[in-house]
């Protein structure tokens, strides 16, 4: 054990020096309070990780740069999130937003995700306008509150596509 000792005021604080501590590490505390007759005071050990690694993300469903269509708009939105490390800490929350490109408009912004943290989907209703460019933002938080973010594109469109036959004389 090595003890430290902190301001002496009624309330103490101690400053922990830039980089003193890693990643992804589990770390035990205890207090030894000393009072002004020298009676000491040990604390039981408590335990906390530090962590400041984003954590993984990604969105699966639908292909980013790919086409979206009435036929496919009934298959909901789906991607996964993890904590990265030997130290598994969990995730908090995914949100998503969706964003109209071509128009500037959102959709919707920060709404919760659906399923698990881990497998997370989302299917609510809303409308597609056709021909447009959708941009569909997933954001990890983990329950350290680090953040990550995936991005796709993707248009929707359910125009018909028409073909001519020329016949060669």
Do not use: C, E, H, M
């Not at 902190?6 to 030894?32: M, V």
């Not at 000393?34 to 699966?60: E, G, L, M, S």
């Not at 979206?68 to 598994?88: C, E, W």
């Not at 021909?131 to 248009?155: E, H, P």
């Amino acid at each position: 054990q090595i003890w430290i000792t902190t301001t002496s005021a009624p309330t103490w604080f101690y400053t922990i020096p830039a980089g003193a501590l890693a990643t992804q590490t589990n770390y035990y505390l205890r207090l030894q309070l000393t009072d002004n007759a020298n009676n000491f005071f040990d604390t039981q050990i408590t335990t906390f990780t530090y962590d400041n690694t984003q954590p993984n993300v990604a969105v699966t469903f639908p292909a980013n740069n790919g086409f979206y269509s009435q036929i496919i708009v009934s298959t909901p939105f789906a991607g996964t999130a993890s904590v990265p490390g030997p130290i598994d800490i969990g995730i908090s929350t995914v949100t998503l937003s969706l964003q109209n490109i071509t128009d500037s408009v959102a959709v919707f912004s920060n709404v919760p995700a659906q399923g698990s943290v881990a497998n997370w989907t989302y299917n609510q209703a809303f409308t597609f306008l056709n021909d447009r460019q959708y941009q569909l933002t997933a954001k990890a938080t983990d329950n350290a509150g680090n953040t990550n973010t995936a991005t796709i594109s993707f248009v929707y469109d359910i125009q018909k596509p028409t073909s001519t036959i020329n016949p060669t004389p």
